[in-house]
């Protein structure tokens, strides 16, 4: 949650930078930004994200594992050093300064992104089924599908309806 929370700082530092566009602008770019991310999760664009498509190493944990345990999550929790698979935070954290969020708002919000990553890691810690990733697998791109056209209707309907 930490690292969540961080991420949600710097996305909140950054809101400044939206201010001179004014309301309708922001509208509009909130509401483009939120269909090119349901358009890509659902394959009808190809657009790269900004991540490391990557896992966070294990020589984290190796060695020093309480402490690794928590460098683990809060970088986990960022959102930053690993792989994100879906586009929808990434709608939320462009979102979040063009509709000029206070920080109490975008803080929370970096908190519960961060929660919802380790909330993940924890299902699959206590899971301890063999089959689980498989099931993820199969589960995942409509998990991901179904996020992005939510967040598309719910922003549509928060600003023009």
């Known amino acids: 949650m930490l690292g969540g929370t961080l991420s949600a700082a710097v996305v909140w530092l950054l809101s400044g930078l939206a201010a ?6 922001r509208t509009a770019a909130i ?3 939120a269909a090119l991310g349901a358009a890509r999760d659902l394959g009808l664009v190809s657009l790269r994200l900004p991540q490391n498509a990557r896992q966070i190493p294990q020589e984290v944990l190796l060695g020093r594992l309480r402490a690794g345990a928590l460098q683990f999550g809060f970088e986990l929790g960022t959102g930053v050093r690993t792989y994100v698979p879906a586009t929808t935070p990434y709608v939320l954290a462009l979102g979040l300064p063009l509709s000029h969020q206070g920080p109490a708002a975008t803080l929370l919000t970096g908190a519960a992104f961060g929660a919802g990553r380790a909330l993940s890691a924890a299902l699959t810690y ?9 099931l993820i697998a199969l589960r995942l791109p409509v998990l991901v599908k ?9 922003l549509t309907w928060l600003y023009l309806g």
Do not use: Y
């Open 20 to 25: 001179p566009l004014p309301p309708p602008g």
């Open 31 to 33: 509401l483009v930004i």
């Open 126 to 134: 206590l899971s301890r089924s063999p089959s689980r990733a498989a």
């Open 146 to 154: 179904t996020t992005a056209l939510a967040a598309l209707t719910a």
